[in-house]
Nanobody, 121 residues
Protein backbone atom coordinates (compact mmCIF):
# COMPACT_ATOMS: atom_id res chain seq x y z
CA UNK A 1 0.00 0.00 0.00
CA UNK A 2 1.74 3.15 -1.22
CA UNK A 3 1.35 6.26 0.88
CA UNK A 4 2.68 9.69 0.00
CA UNK A 5 2.63 12.51 2.54
CA UNK A 6 3.53 16.05 1.56
CA UNK A 7 4.70 18.84 3.84
CA UNK A 8 6.33 22.22 3.61
CA UNK A 9 3.72 24.34 1.92
CA UNK A 10 2.77 27.79 3.12
CA UNK A 11 2.46 31.44 2.25
CA UNK A 12 5.38 33.47 0.95
CA UNK A 13 5.97 36.80 -0.73
CA UNK A 14 7.00 36.99 -4.39
CA UNK A 15 10.68 36.24 -4.72
CA UNK A 16 10.65 34.02 -1.66
CA UNK A 17 11.52 30.36 -1.25
CA UNK A 18 9.90 27.19 0.05
CA UNK A 19 10.91 23.55 0.23
CA UNK A 20 8.34 20.82 -0.12
CA UNK A 21 8.89 17.28 1.12
CA UNK A 22 7.18 14.05 0.15
CA UNK A 23 7.61 11.05 2.43
CA UNK A 24 6.83 7.74 0.77
CA UNK A 25 6.02 4.40 2.35
CA UNK A 26 5.05 1.06 0.91
CA UNK A 27 6.94 1.93 -2.26
CA UNK A 28 9.88 0.22 -3.89
CA UNK A 29 12.40 2.19 -5.84
CA UNK A 30 13.28 -0.02 -8.77
CA UNK A 31 12.08 1.62 -11.98
CA UNK A 32 10.52 4.32 -9.84
CA UNK A 33 9.54 7.81 -10.70
CA UNK A 34 8.41 10.40 -8.21
CA UNK A 35 7.68 14.02 -8.43
CA UNK A 36 5.46 17.00 -8.07
CA UNK A 37 2.36 18.30 -9.78
CA UNK A 38 0.28 21.36 -9.03
CA UNK A 39 -3.24 22.50 -9.56
CA UNK A 40 -4.54 26.03 -9.31
CA UNK A 41 -8.26 26.76 -8.96
CA UNK A 42 -10.02 26.35 -12.27
CA UNK A 43 -6.98 24.87 -13.97
CA UNK A 44 -5.86 21.37 -14.86
CA UNK A 45 -3.25 19.56 -12.82
CA UNK A 46 0.15 20.13 -14.38
CA UNK A 47 3.51 18.47 -13.99
CA UNK A 48 6.17 20.51 -12.20
CA UNK A 49 9.18 18.24 -11.68
CA UNK A 50 9.93 14.53 -11.78
CA UNK A 51 12.93 12.47 -10.73
CA UNK A 52 13.55 8.93 -11.93
CA UNK A 53 16.77 7.03 -11.24
CA UNK A 54 18.60 10.31 -10.89
CA UNK A 55 17.24 11.83 -14.09
CA UNK A 56 15.07 14.91 -13.70
CA UNK A 57 12.49 16.68 -15.80
CA UNK A 58 10.95 20.11 -15.22
CA UNK A 59 8.12 22.14 -16.60
CA UNK A 60 9.39 25.08 -18.63
CA UNK A 61 7.70 27.49 -16.25
CA UNK A 62 9.87 26.39 -13.30
CA UNK A 63 13.20 25.63 -14.95
CA UNK A 64 16.02 27.48 -13.24
CA UNK A 65 13.85 28.22 -10.18
CA UNK A 66 12.83 24.81 -8.81
CA UNK A 67 15.03 21.84 -7.99
CA UNK A 68 13.83 18.29 -7.31
CA UNK A 69 15.98 15.92 -5.30
CA UNK A 70 15.78 12.57 -3.56
CA UNK A 71 17.47 11.66 -0.28
CA UNK A 72 20.04 8.89 0.03
CA UNK A 73 17.61 6.45 1.60
CA UNK A 74 15.29 7.20 -1.33
CA UNK A 75 12.18 7.47 0.73
CA UNK A 76 11.77 11.25 0.53
CA UNK A 77 11.59 13.58 -2.44
CA UNK A 78 12.08 17.31 -2.10
CA UNK A 79 11.10 20.27 -4.23
CA UNK A 80 13.19 23.34 -3.50
CA UNK A 81 11.44 26.40 -4.90
CA UNK A 82 13.21 29.73 -5.36
CA UNK A 83 12.11 33.07 -6.85
CA UNK A 84 8.48 32.20 -6.32
CA UNK A 85 5.90 34.07 -8.36
CA UNK A 86 2.18 34.63 -7.76
CA UNK A 87 1.49 32.27 -10.67
CA UNK A 88 3.15 29.48 -8.67
CA UNK A 89 0.21 29.60 -6.26
CA UNK A 90 -1.47 26.19 -6.29
CA UNK A 91 -2.04 22.98 -4.41
CA UNK A 92 1.10 20.90 -4.86
CA UNK A 93 0.78 17.14 -5.03
CA UNK A 94 3.39 14.44 -4.76
CA UNK A 95 2.96 11.55 -7.18
CA UNK A 96 4.70 8.27 -7.80
CA UNK A 97 4.56 5.29 -10.08
CA UNK A 98 6.68 2.70 -11.80
CA UNK A 99 8.25 2.68 -15.23
CA UNK A 100 7.12 6.12 -16.39
CA UNK A 101 10.58 7.62 -16.74
CA UNK A 102 10.31 11.34 -16.23
CA UNK A 103 6.80 11.79 -17.54
CA UNK A 104 5.06 14.98 -16.51
CA UNK A 105 1.63 13.71 -17.56
CA UNK A 106 -0.59 13.62 -14.49
CA UNK A 107 -3.03 10.94 -15.59
CA UNK A 108 -0.21 8.42 -16.00
CA UNK A 109 0.42 8.37 -12.25
CA UNK A 110 -1.51 6.10 -9.93
CA UNK A 111 -0.21 7.12 -6.51
CA UNK A 112 -0.92 10.55 -5.07
CA UNK A 113 -0.56 12.43 -1.85
CA UNK A 114 -3.20 14.71 -0.37
CA UNK A 115 -1.45 17.90 -1.40
CA UNK A 116 0.06 20.92 0.30
CA UNK A 117 -0.95 24.49 -0.46
CA UNK A 118 1.56 27.03 -1.73
CA UNK A 119 0.44 30.66 -1.83
CA UNK A 120 2.62 33.43 -3.24
CA UNK A 121 1.30 36.94 -2.66
Amino acid sequence: HVQLVESGGGSVQPGGSLRLSCDASGYTYSSNCMGWFRQAPGKEREGVAIISSGTTSYADSVKGRFTISQDSARNTVYLQMYSLKPEDTAMYYCAADYGLGTSLVANEYNYWGQGTQVTVS
